[in-house]
């Protein structure tokens, strides 16, 4: 068999193994046979297993058997195409592809394409296209749709798709599924090769790799099984473990003696701003002036290349990250991961532990760092299920009508479409199989005028009919528009921050350096003086400038830190439920530090523990508000649901609700009424506020109002083209956008609620924010099973979610109170003047 | 006349005095002068919509219903002699022309039996099309000035053009609205229509208009008018 497989590999090939000492490996060889076939092909392999490489040799093979060109002939199109989630991923595989193409002596010219390519490249790339082209999900939306894409793709042979399990469950992997199946159109069936971690349903990626004509059909697949064991230990410390909070300080120093022990130690956080203290907490107790360095979305990207260089180079011993280095990018020697803060997930864990030490043979060696007690729970979870193999991966998920609107544009741009044939194509990529025709032509019909029942729009219809039936743009100006507003990511709006040296006289000095991007909405709850960690630093909020904030150092100060909404991972079911029975189970304490345990028996004293099925809810005043804290352990997305529907219902009872908090664990709603007090007296009831009709037919209409779905509604109007992301020449800001969008939101609610775009809304919210499931399945479960306390102060097990509080907001009456308060303020002070 | 009515029509608006004439400002975002039965809008920007709908940008063609609405209301609630429309009546200038015909219709329903007056906006610098009232760039009534843009100096004038929006932070929450600025001196008047934003009252573009220890923002809340002393008011 092996010689068979052996046999597939040109000499040149085996001969550069050889030379380094190496063979190919057997899964290597496996794609590359079941791809000569014509098949193609998913591969499922822990990080190490040199998973890229095999993703090209099928690639690299063909190419090396292709004839020469010739000078003169007209040049050929792109024959590989690889994507990849991540710009940086691109770049990387491009330094890593090069050196065993050069090694070899094949003649193969490899290019990227990203966001950051100069214009004169890209264009310079569609008239002499590379061999192999890699580059990201927006750069192919914007390929297939710029007229000559037939003859770029036209001898496309495969397609390699790299981190495919981060991509499939998320709108830019939709937009991908439907650029795929338009390749497939493009150039004669292309072989898919997908490059994938462990997932927890590798079918899903198998059908959305290939045509779903037939129903169902899937590609190949090729495990890899998982390497040695990773070596996983959870942080032991003499100190504190921390009640609440995510910073983790108590263990700065714990942290820094594992640093110092070894070469190159990957920190792993999930937000950023864990990320901004972490890193400044390193610095401040750094007395050998280790190089550590501080990767995340947010800052600029020169800073972040400089320390992808200092990566590479190994001239690094610790870096802390988010998710941006969360993927498969390989720099240097990595021998220890640290996850501060718990990983939140299973599967998630495994792939950040794979950062570590790149070689398959040997174990990973990696180290949980729980910054609160509960999160020791969750860490001792996940690491029992590492062992186990458990995997917990997100569902794919049904493609979005958004992204569907996007997409139609994007082929109307790269000419005529026939309605009949489009609808066979779209369908034929696996998260749009459950398409109907219906809903098809309304997308279409929305794209053209805007989809609305009152026809006023068709004179300024983006596409049209024409004679022959077939779509076309009615304007050249329309790709242009098109192509401005391309891609699915859809950030929070957000602002530079522009470091001055003091504040001027007349206001604010300009000039001085740009920092990186802060969210609006965390800026917009700080006063001009107020502080906060931003880029390692400490800094004084001044105030906003059109898209800028003007900060000053406020070195050596405390400060507040920036609460990014970006960054958090829900908790997965998988998870969450472990925790669960672990706190029901007093037999499984014995694993948990004493600390956390005596946690726990405090808990039991003070107010009590739940058991297994049970919901407790606590009430008790806190400073000048009333809190309610319950526990359904169902993760974020389903309490922040929870939350937002019992606030509803809190405010009908007349409670006044301000706000809630949810964590992954617990939810916290807290009011101007006594809410204790109210279910003393009988004017409250429990039973009834949890009672499972929340999720009945009025759910909707309750979420109307809600600002998630308004922010859900921002970004599908954005993704859809009904609102544009940025002019020519003059880029929107975030807060205009907003505004817009909300405007639109409720004159679209109010007049048309069937219009697709709140229907694709829904759609979004449903899965993505609201985990309307996994709420259901609660409610049911804790049906007369909720058990009351009655508390004068914050219960231990409350103190997490307490310090979790933060600034979203509760439309209705609670505003209207405030505004009611303040106006009573004014009338306070009018009558002291007298 | 039926005294409670009366009553009950203005119980919710917010009273100010401007150059010495007393006004209300009502939670619809409209100004009423009850000495004159006068009734004040600004900024309705009318066929906004299919403004930007004729550069490929589909918002919902519902503004223009829904601002008439609206409008239709608070006439009916307030019984004006005399309607002004402050400037900015249509969002651009083909907006009269372009005025589906129920829509007209429902406009000249309003109109029917008051005064009107269309004051010249940066939007809409010319008379509306094919519409009655008259057509003026601005208008003294009393000790005030009733026109689009905000002057310097402006004793007794009423404005509108800069959408003003105020914000408040109580207990640690941000609450957004647009509102009427006033200083006793000079008031500008939120934006009526329908598919328009606001811009905070602190904001430069309102730099000189208003002496800041005097000014309040009259906050458009549900149902009432919430008037906010200038030091509580936060920037956006």
Partial sequence: MTGDRAALLPAAFQEWFAARGWSPRPHQLELLRRTSEGRSVLLIAPTGAGKTLAGFLPSLTNLAARPKHVLGQASRGIHTLYISPLKALAVDIERNLSKPVEEIGLDIRIETRTGDTPAHKRQRQRLVPPDILLTTPEQLALLIAAPGAERFFADLKYVVLDELHSLVTSKRGHLLSLGLARLRRLSGNPVSIGLSATVADPDGLRRWLVDQNPPGAMADIVTVSGGAKPEITILETEEHVPWAGHSALYAMPAIYEAIKKHKTTLLFVNTRSQAEMLFRALWHINDDNLPIALHHGSLNVAQRRKVEKAMETNSLRAIVATSTLDLGIDWGDVDLVIHVGAPKGASRLAQRIGRSNHRMDEPSRAILVPANRFEVMECRAALEANYLGAQDTPPLGNGTLDVLAQHVLGRACAGPFDEDEFFNEVRSASPYAWLDRATFSRVVEFVATGGYALRTYERYARIRRMKDGRWRISHPSVAQQYRLNVGTIVEEPLLNVRLIRHRGPNGMARGGMVLGQVEEYFLETLTPGDTFFFSGRTLRFEGIRENEAYVTSAAGEDAMVPAYAGGKFPLSTYLAGEVRSMLADRSRWSALPEQVSDWLRIQEERSLLPRRDDLLVETFPHGSRFYMVAYPFEGRLAHQTLGMLLTRRLERAGARPLGFVATDYSLAVWSLGDMGGMIRADALSLDRLFDEDMLGDDLESWLADSWMLKRTFRNCAIISGLVERRHPGREKTGRQVTVSADLIYDVLREHEPDHILLQATWQDAAVGLLDIARLGEMLSRIRGRIVHKDLERVSPLAVPVMLEIGREPVAGSAHEALLGEAADALIEEALART | ?236
């Fill in chain 2, 1 to 236: 006349m039926n005294v409670m009515n009366g009553m009950a029509a203005f119980a919710e608006a917010a009273e100010v005095v401007i150059a010495g004439e007393r006004a209300l400002c009502d939670p619809s975002g409209a100004l009423f002068l009850p000495a004159d039965r006068l009734l004040v809008v600004s900024d309705l920007h009318l066929e906004k919509g299919s403004s930007y709908a004729r550069r490929g940008a589909f918002l919902p063609p519902y503004d223009t219903a829904a601002t008439l609405k609206r409008l239709h209301k608070v006439i009916a609630r307030l019984r004006p002699d005399a309607v002004i429309s402050l400037g900015d009546s249509f969002h651009d200038g083909g907006g009269a022309a372009r005025l589906p015909d129920a829509f007209r219709r429902h406009l000249l329903a309003l109109m029917d039996g008051r005064s009107w007056f269309w004051v010249a906006g940066n939007h809409d610098p010319a008379p509306p099309e094919g519409l009655p009232g008259d057509w003026v760039s601005e208008l003294a009534l009393g000790n005030l000035v009733f026109r689009h843009k905000p002057e310097p100096g402006g004793e007794g004038e009423i404005a509108g053009h800069l959408h003003p929006g105020a914000r408040i932070v109580r207990r640690g929450r941000s609450v957004r609205r647009a509102c009427f600025a006033c200083d006793g001196a000079r008031l500008v008047m939120p934006a009526f229509g329908s598919l328009t934003g606001n811009l905070n009252v602190l904001d430069r573009a309102f730099s000189g208009l208003f002496r800041r220890e005097h000014l309040t923002a009259y906050m458009l809340g549900r149902d009432r008018v919430y008037p906010i002393a200038g030091g509580m008011l936060r920037p956006a």
